[in-house]
């Protein structure tokens, strides 16, 4: 091999090797960045926290963060995102659909709102806080429609099998669902009372059982 030949095989072997390391570095950033932002929100909500505190707090500077994540709504859109793996959701999905006794499909759904609202209770709550904010508005909108279509598709499949109350119709179900699987119940719940996940899942279970299922 040529000397020349020789030099681009190793340029050439090296490229995937700084490659990888590049796309390790730039996950390392983004987590740094994400934690940082998320610490800083439960401290000091979401108006309170500005970029260059999160990048601060990261070890990155402020270009960082925008050139990662474009804005805080992004942050917190990816940390909500985040949550949800965090919480195993494709696992309790399966797990709810699968299910077809409706009172333990509405006990696996209340399973699954408590180990979200647990993992997401300090980002969630420093939204709310800032709710005026237009860089949260469409974000805002957007989780409550995520919400709604899952607890339509949960009140569909109960109604297909005939298990919703005979006095109560669709629409009615899940604007019940919707306000007893809020995060505002979740708060009263482990941090006003003192309750456990395991209590606050077990009374939201038979909230839910009470509300929108039929005798038998």
Request: charge should be neutral; glycine fraction near 6%; hydrophobic fraction near 45%.
């Amino acid at each position: 091999m040529k000397p020349a030949e020789s030099q681009v095989a190793r340029d050439s072997s090296a490229r995937p090797y700084r490659s990888t390391l590049r796309a390790e570095r730039a996950v390392e950033t983004r987590r740094r960045i994400a934690l940082a932002a998320r610490e800083l929100f439960a401290e000091h909500g979401f108006a309170g926290t500005t970029v260059a505190g999160i990048a601060e707090r990261a070890g990155v500077a402020p270009q960082t963060v925008y050139a990662t994540f474009g804005s805080k709504g992004a942050i917190v859109r990816a940390l909500l995102t985040q949550f949800e793996e965090d919480a195993d959701a494709a696992r309790w999905r399966s797990r709810i659909t699968d299910e077809a006794d409706p009172a333990r499909k509405l006990e696996a759904f209340a399973q699954w709102t408590c180990a979200l609202l647990s993992s997401s209770r300090s980002v969630i709550a420093a939204v709310q806080g800032a709710a005026g904010d237009p860089a949260l508005v469409s974000l805002r909108q957007e989780g409550d429609k995520h919400r709604r279509a899952a607890l339509r598709n949960l009140v569909a499949d109960l109604a297909r099998v005939g298990s919703l109350r005979r006095d109560v119709t669709e629409v009615v179900a899940v604007d019940r669902a919707w306000m007893l699987t809020g995060l505002d119940l979740y708060i009263a719940a482990v941090e006003g009372c003192g309750w456990t996940d395991d209590e606050y899942a077990t009374w939201l279970a038979a909230l839910l059982r009470e509300q929108i299922l039929g005798a038998g």
